[in-house]
């Protein structure tokens, strides 16, 4: 994320023809036209662009940090 006056700019940068760009007036405006324009991507390219493999990879790690992490779910308190 860089703010460029008059608003900012999200960047998901991988190779100098794949790049996800998008603009807001606010943040919050420049990431959900960067969600928006992610999508469109993964929509529209093949499996072996730098930015799926990206995704991919943000992806499989999050699975790991939630299986990693322990669950609480039918576990009474012993209070």
């Known amino acids: ?3 460029e006056p ?19 007036s606010t943040v919050a405006e420049a990431v959900d036209n960067s969600d928006v324009k992610l999508q469109a ?3 529209s390219s093949g499996d072996d662009t730098p930015i799926v493999f990206f995704v991919k990879g943000l ?3 999050a ?7 322990p669950s609480n779910i039918g576990q009474k308190s012993r209070e």
Do not use: E, T, W
Not at 6 to 21: A, T
Not at 63 to 69: D, I, L, M, P
């Open 1 to 3: 994320m860089y703010q």
């Open 6 to 24: 008059p608003g900012f700019i999200c960047l998901l940068p991988n190779d100098v023809y794949q790049s996800v760009v998008s603009k807001g």
């Open 41 to 43: 991507h993964l929509r």
């Open 59 to 61: 992806l499989i790690k």
């Open 63 to 69: 699975v790991h940090v939630v299986k990693a992490r």
